[in-house]
């Protein structure tokens, strides 16, 4: 604060806050993104904390709070609560816009490293773990591999929509349990249908993650 008020002493001290976080956020989420670029991480040190169906991942890198995100914040925060002052707004309104624009920073961050880690997830998928597993018609299956349908089915752990076709001779319905059978190229699968077995009973519904002390160990799927 020293620092400021000896180089700008015209700065309230609500102003010297407002840019020190600023300042401070924006150099922590730089030298963050420059360590991710040549391979190291600050995520270890970060709080875990997911919300519900998003993986809190390595080191909490997709969790609500992180680094990035509380930098994100404070970064935000700080920029939009000095522009505000400096445009003569009181230091009540400014605070309030502050905290609106550091919210809305936290959870673009957010939302934008959860979906690069489903990403990176998405690149790990090998569906030919899929063969031999049950699934359900999620789009309805053309006969003798006329066109594309697509089915749910578990795939490494995750309940999946994919792309599939049948040798079967009759449409494959809606809802209808089938069985993969092969791997027909990298994103297509082929299935066939089981008889007198609904899809209700055969494919799994959802998947609830067992969590102890915050860290996701294993999934336990229910029928």
């Given at each position: 604060?020293?620092?400021?008020?000896?180089?700008?002493?015209?700065?309230?001290?609500?102003?010297?806050?407002?840019?020190?976080?600023?300042?401070?956020?924006?150099?922590?989420?730089?030298?963050?993104?420059?360590?991710?670029?040549?391979?190291?991480?600050?995520?270890?040190?970060?709080?875990?904390?997911?919300?519900?169906?998003?993986?809190?991942?390595?080191?909490?890198?997709?969790?609500?709070?992180?680094?990035?995100?509380?930098?994100?914040?404070?970064?935000?925060?700080?920029?939009?609560?000095?522009?505000?002052?400096?445009?003569?707004?009181?230091?009540?309104?400014?605070?309030?816009?502050?905290?609106?624009?550091?919210?809305?920073?936290?959870?673009?961050?957010?939302?934008?490293?959860?979906?690069?880690h489903?990403?990176?997830?998405?690149?790990?998928?090998?569906?030919?773990?899929?063969?031999?597993?049950?699934?359900?018609?999620?789009?309805?299956?053309?006969?003798?591999?006329?066109?594309?349908?697509?089915?749910?089915?578990?795939?490494?752990?995750?309940?999946?929509?994919?792309?599939?076709?049948?040798?079967?001779?009759?449409?494959?319905?809606?809802?209808?349990?089938?069985?993969?059978?092969?791997?027909?190229?990298?994103?297509?699968?082929?299935?066939?249908p089981?008889?007198?077995?609904?899809?209700?009973?055969?494919?799994?519904?959802?998947?609830?993650?067992?969590?102890p002390?915050?860290?996701?160990?294993?999934?336990?799927?229910?029928?």
């Open positions: 604060m020293d620092f400021f008020q000896q180089y700008f002493p015209n700065w309230s001290t609500a102003m010297i806050t407002f840019v020190g976080l600023g300042t401070i956020s924006s150099v922590v989420l730089t030298l963050q993104m420059i360590l991710s670029m040549i391979g190291g991480d600050m995520d270890g040190a970060d709080v875990d904390v997911g919300l519900d169906g998003i993986d809190g991942g390595e080191g909490g890198a997709t969790g609500i709070l992180s680094i990035r995100t509380i930098g994100a914040f404070f970064a935000g925060f700080g920029w939009s609560g000095a522009a505000m002052l400096d445009l003569d707004f009181g230091l009540g309104a400014s605070t309030l816009v502050a905290l609106l624009v550091g919210a809305v920073f936290m959870y673009l961050v957010f939302y934008l490293m959860s979906y690069l489903s990403l990176r997830q998405e690149g790990t998928l090998d569906y030919a773990n899929a063969v031999g597993n049950v699934g359900s018609v999620y789009l309805p299956v053309p006969p003798t591999r006329k066109g594309l349908g697509q089915v749910e089915v578990m795939v490494q752990g995750r309940l999946k929509i994919v792309q599939a076709v049948t040798d079967h001779d009759s449409k494959i319905d809606n809802r209808t349990a089938v069985r993969v059978t092969e791997m027909v190229d990298q994103q297509t699968l082929l299935v066939e089981l008889e007198k077995e609904s899809a209700n009973e055969t494919i799994p519904r959802r998947s609830s993650c067992i969590s002390g915050g860290k996701i160990t294993g999934c336990l799927t229910t029928m």
